[in-house]
């Protein structure tokens, strides 16, 4: 990230509450409806103004974070990995976010490679996965939550 954008950065975190942290990620939009930025910086400014209004929606939420992994996962975990996801501009990777139990498609491979694959209903399911689609869907990042926040499971 841009240096110059660390002034975007510390003006959301200074907000005293999430009224005046909304009027910064406009002030965000304002300069992106501009266009005035080269198209890199432009990238960037679009990837933090969709991090800064995800870091809202997450504080903004009723959703209990604590009360279990989907919750969590919900607020603190997909929305980022998604907007990671997208950012991926290298040509013709069509990159995404696949949440809900997906199964890995690299691991069941293996299992096949070594004679140990059992059936489809024994498959490795993650609680989400980064793939990129155009590159023969390449599993690029494996997300396996293990609670939620302060879990105190053992």
């Keep these: ?19 005046m942290a909304k009027k910064k990620i406009k002030l965000l939009s304002l300069l ?6 080269d198209d890199n910086d432009t990238a ?5 103004h969709q991090l800064l209004n995800q870091v809202h929606k997450s504080y903004a939420s009723h959703v209990d974070y604590n009360s279990t992994e989907c919750a969590f996962n ?31 498609e690299s691991m069941t491979q293996q299992l096949k490679a070594v004679n140990l694959y059992v059936d489809d209903k024994n498959q490795y399911k993650s609680d989400g996965l980064v793939k990129l689609f ?4 390449l599993e690029l990042v494996l997300l396996e939550t293990s609670g939620c926040f302060i879990n105190k499971d053992k």
């Design 74 to 104: 919900q607020l603190f975990i997909w929305p980022y990995l998604d907007i990671i996801a997208k950012s991926i501009k290298v040509d013709g990777c069509d990159s995404d976010f696949v949440q809900g139990q997906p199964i890995l």
């Design 1 to 19: 990230m841009p240096q110059s954008f660390h002034l975007y950065i510390d003006e959301y975190i200074d907000s005293v509450d999430l009224t």
């Design 32 to 37: 992106l409806a501009m266009d005035e930025e």
């Design 44 to 48: 960037n400014l679009e990837f933090l």
């Design 134 to 137: 155009g590159l023969n869907n």
